[in-house]
């Protein structure tokens, strides 16, 4: 069973140099296992020689400025809506798969398994063909239906939507993920610590 690990916050201090990070600074987070528990510290980018030999993992990051305002992903609610709003878009279906999955993930959305005919609850039912007609045997979908598409219920409203599976390059991925960060964060106010 895979448990939970609490890693430390920043503490904004360059673990090397023993001196506080500044605003807009580029550091490196680390994190070691420390006796039975994991410790991170901060590293500057101008002491920084590469990960310590002991590390699990590490990452870049930089010091927030004081005008730059904080994010916040938007509400459930807001992020459900905007799934369905964008499903008449199709420039944007590897942006809503992608959202979608991130809403399974939180479980806001859950998947809705097919019914005992194998068709998905929802689904539009086709008439069978004709005995002795060319397709006898063969079942067809209509061209807007031919792509793989997940049937998900919302865990808010109970809604359902359809949401067409696509595949993503690792190319266009780091493209994606900022997209998506755009559309689900929202900029606050300073939030209480």
């Not at 895979?2 to 550091?27: A, F, H, M, Q």
């Not at 006796?35 to 002491?47: H, N, Q, S």
């Not at 369905?84 to 959202?99: C, D, I, N, W």
Request: with cysteine; aromatic share 4%.
């Amino acid at each position: 069973m895979i448990g939970e690990y609490k890693i430390n916050r920043t503490t904004r201090r360059c673990s090397v140099g023993d001196r506080p990070l500044e605003p807009g600074e580029v550091y490196y987070s680390v994190v070691m296992e420390a006796d039975e528990d994991f410790k991170r510290i901060d590293i500057a980018a101008d002491a920084w020689t590469g990960p310590p030999e002991e590390t699990i993992g590490w990452w870049k990051n930089r010091v927030p400025k004081a005008e730059e305002k904080k994010r916040e992903i938007a509400p459930p609610e807001v992020l459900v809506e905007l799934l369905r709003s964008m499903a008449g878009q199709p420039a944007a279906a590897k942006s809503r798969f992608l959202l979608a999955l991130l809403l399974l993930r939180k479980r806001h959305l859950k998947t809705i398994e097919p019914t005992a005919t194998g068709s998905p609850i929802g689904a539009p039912q086709q008439d069978p063909p004709e005995e002795g007609s060319r397709d006898a045997g063969e079942t067809t979908l209509p061209a807007s239906k031919s792509q793989e598409t997940m049937l998900l219920m919302s865990n808010l409203d109970q809604s359902t939507m359809e949401v067409e599976v696509v595949g993503i390059g690792p190319s266009e991925a780091r493209t994606l993920q900022d997209e998506l960060i755009d559309l689900i964060y929202r900029d606050v106010d300073e939030l209480p610590e």
